[in-house]
């Protein structure tokens, strides 16, 4: 089978799409015929070298966490699953980037009817990571909510599930995303130069809370604008939250399948929207880590084994 892999830090030129064992579920775990994984920031920092120190690489290292496809195998006892069952979940193997994957049974879900193969296999580190800054900063109806980096992949899904606890919610994003923003009920704000008197203009003066999905100053801001740092949360920037005594709440807080089974179902029904930025096959992965790390994506980047 194909799979993406790399065999040392670097840029997106060591990635590889290699023929490589078809792998057999054991005890508890399925295979699963990919059909559709989102691409993270979080890869590009552990294929590069820049988190060595907290997520070191084994090589040769296969990389991706979501997943979504049909059950073509299970192990023995596996519970709850069936081959030709549609699942979506996650692996924490490095290992959702090939067309076949081992998945343990209790980190999978049934896809929901109507959810798209896209949305169901970028879901995981988006949705659980977006679902974990919002529990941290817990915001309610009389709350108003920044969120930056509020088109990306995390942050167009936190300004939605803030927006479902009824808390005032700005987003900042670049002027293209602002007709999104406010079609999901958040308050746009341009990013940039001058963003401190945007925001406390849109905020009456008053900033509650902060979800930093960016990382680049966003939690100094957040205590400049008067935020108290136990409800200012960052997914990008751990040295100013040591340095703050800000929260770091991401996808580890959240990741179960409890969670993406209650994203899932809320996406399929309509009441969640997980952008697709767009859809690459598989052999074309190094153009899609060079779209992400772009940084300017409005949702997710999906590979289509």
């Known amino acids: ?32 015929e990919v059909r559709a994984a989102g691409i993270q920031p979080g890869e590009v920092m552990i294929r590069n070298g ?47 980037h090939p067309e076949f994957v081992v998945v343990d049974d209790v980190n999978v879900v049934s896809r929901p009817e109507g959810l ?15 679902y974990a800054t919002v529990f941290a900063v817990d915001p309610g109806p009389v709350d108003t909510v920044v969120v930056s980096g509020a088109a990306g992949g995390v942050g167009s899904l936190a300004v939605q599930l803030a927006r479902r606890r009824g808390a005032t919610v700005i987003g900042l994003a670049s002027r293209r995303n602002h007709a999104w923003l ?8 341009e990013y940039g130069e001058g ?5 406390r203009e849109a905020a009456g003066g ?12 966003y939690v100094e801001l957040a205590v400049e604008l008067g935020v ?18 800000a929260r770091t709440y991401g996808e580890g807080a959240a990741a179960c399948a409890v969670v993406v089974g209650e994203l899932a179902r809320l996406a399929a029904r309509g009441e969640l929207e997980v952008p697709i930025a767009r859809t690459y096959p598989l052999e074309q992965v190094q ?6 790390e772009r940084r300017h994506t409005h949702g997710k980047i999906v590979l289509r084994p």
Do not use: C
């Not at 296999?121 to 990571?129: E, I, M, P, R």
């Open 1 to 32: 089978m194909k799979a993406v892999r790399f065999h040392e830090y670097g840029g997106i030129d060591v990635l590889r799409v290699e023929d490589v064992e078809r792998p057999s579920p054991g005890p508890g775990q399925v295979l699963v």
């Open 50 to 96: 820049a988190r060595h120190d907290r997520w070191p690489a084994t090589f040769p290292s296969g990389q991706g966490s979501d997943l979504a496809g049909v059950v073509v195998e299970v192990g023995p006892q596996t519970r709850g699953f069936a081959v030709g069952d549609e699942v979506l979940g996650f692996t924490h193997n490095r290992a959702s």
């Open 116 to 130: 798209s193969w896209d949305v169901a296999g970028s879901l995981y580190v988006a949705g659980t990571t977006a």
């Open 182 to 189: 406010t079609d999901h009920g958040v308050v746009p704000v």
């Open 195 to 199: 963003v401190a008197e945007r925001i």
């Open 206 to 217: 008053k900033v509650d809370a902060f979800i930093d999905t960016f990382g680049d100053g």
């Open 228 to 245: 108290r740092p136990e409800r200012v949360n960052t997914i990008r920037d751990w040295q100013a939250a040591a340095k703050f005594g």
């Open 287 to 292: 153009d899609a880590f060079r779209e992400l």
